[in-house]
């Protein structure tokens, strides 16, 4: 004899007739049931908000702290209370048959597996938080990975409760899904598309939330702050924030500095305009003055060296030197930038160091410098790289050249 058979007698015996007391014991009986449900799950509760708690914050370790928080233990508790009306429905009211129950009957399903993705969500965001926290994982792009997690738990767990309610297995809902999966690839498509980007680019190793990138077609040009599903956030270097949607980073191109910051070197490719007119041959009088410079004394007095011996080789008379070989004030200038940027302590002469001219024009012959600065950081980098050609400008002369620059109402003047 079932619990609700026993009430039934009790109340007919009441004096009550037998579809009132029929009513009135379901109602007594699941009044009982909801009373007892949140019984259990005030003591669950209890057990994990204090003494697994309490057990948690005893470890030495810190990633159980995040994982077993509080809002991961409150969702874990609910559950309780629908599994225990979802197991004692069917027993105490086995033999009774009643739309009311078995709706009462699903909607318990649905509640457990309501709590159940919420529990599952709430973990997935303390497992994000404890890999975030970690050093090595900081860069990557781990926002996105838990929004396409989130995704598809929650895309799943609708298909399962809609089918719960209806009374069918979830396969036969998603057989008839396939008849409108264009339809969902139409309104999921930044979604679907934002799944794909954000595993290519993980993949691929092409972003991570800290690089520096560069998109001027679409006004970016600054650090990567965040990562998500379906926007990468730059903060550009006048604070403001450009969102770039992820396939775009993929079917697009853009440009990564982090290539450079990782190689410890910062690139200067800049020239200065030499008038040609001032070019000339250098006399003994120019090279005893240049030997002075102490960058310069060694260089000047190999190279005389080596053309003395190619003109006497030759047998070109010195004095003359009609077709010798000569040093020019260009050639020594070329040498001293060379030796100067060599011993500059903020230069880094590990990597290419490299003085050159480029294709004379009508404003003169550009003579380019090719180095990298020992830093990568933006500041110290422009003020290393005015400072060499503030450097460069004021040496100019003294190698009895002139910087070409257009006429203004000066040199007019003058």
């Known amino acids: 004899m079932t619990l609700f058979e026993l009430i039934d007698r009790w109340l007919i015996a009441c004096g009550l007739s037998a579809s009132k007391a029929d009513q009135l014991d379901q109602f007594i ?3 009982l049931l909801l009373l007892i449900a949140f019984g259990v799950d005030f003591i669950c509760r209890f057990i994990l908000l204090h003494i697994v708690s309490a057990l948690v914050k005893r470890t030495r370790v810190t990633w159980d702290d995040i994982l077993f928080d509080r809002s991961v233990l409150i969702r874990l508790s609910r559950m309780v209370a629908p599994l225990v009306l979802s197991l004692t429905i069917p027993m105490a009211f086995a033999g009774v048959e009643s739309f009311g129950l078995l709706l009462i009957s699903r909607l318990c399903n649905v509640l457990i597996l309501i709590t159940f993705l919420n529990f599952i969500n709430a973990l997935l965001k303390a497992i994000y938080t404890v890999y975030n926290s970690k050093e090595q994982f ?3 792009p781990l ?5 396409t997690a989130q995704v598809a738990l929650w895309f799943i767990g609708g298909i399962v409760i809609i089918a719960t309610l209806l009374g069918k297995s979830p396969l036969s809902l998603l057989a008839g899904l396939g008849a409108s999966a264009a339809i969902l690839m139409l309104v999921f498509k930044d979604s679907i598309m934002g799944v794909v980007s954000g595993v290519q680019l993980s993949a691929n190793d092409m972003l991570k939330v800290g690089d520096w990138i560069a998109m001027p077609k679409y006004g970016a040009d600054g650090t990567v702050i965040e990562v998500t ?11 403001t924030i450009t969102t770039i949607p992820p396939y775009l980073l993929v079917s697009d191109s853009f440009q990564n500095w982090r290539g450079m910051q990782e190689s410890g070197g910062r690139r200067v490719k800049r020239s200065v305009n030499i008038d040609m007119n001032s070019v000339r041959f250098c006399t003994p009088e120019m090279l ?10 060694d260089y000047i007095d190999q190279t005389e060296k080596v053309i003395k011996d190619y003109n006497k080789a030759q047998q070109i008379d010195n004095s003359v030197l009609v077709n010798g070989r000569r040093q020019t004030n260009l050639g020594v200038f070329r040498a001293y930038l060379n030796a100067y940027l060599h011993n500059l302590p903020t230069v880094n002469d590990e990597m290419t160091i490299l003085v050159r001219h480029l294709q004379p024009t009508d404003h003169g012959i550009p003579v380019e410098l090719y180095f990298f600065t020992r830093t990568t950081d933006w500041a110290p980098y422009e003020q290393i790289q005015a400072d060499v050609f503030d450097h460069l400008l004021a040496i100019v002369p003294e190698f009895d050249l002139r910087v070409f620059q257009s006429p203004t109402g000066a040199d007019f003047r003058q």
Do not use: C, E, S
């Open 29 to 31: 009986l699941f009044a």
């Open 138 to 140: 900081r860069d990557r």
């Open 143 to 147: 926002k996105g990975l838990l929004q």
């Open 229 to 239: 599903l379906n926007t990468v956030k730059v903060r550009n270097w006048d604070n």
């Open 288 to 297: 005893d003055k240049y030997r002075k410079i102490k960058l310069l004394a």
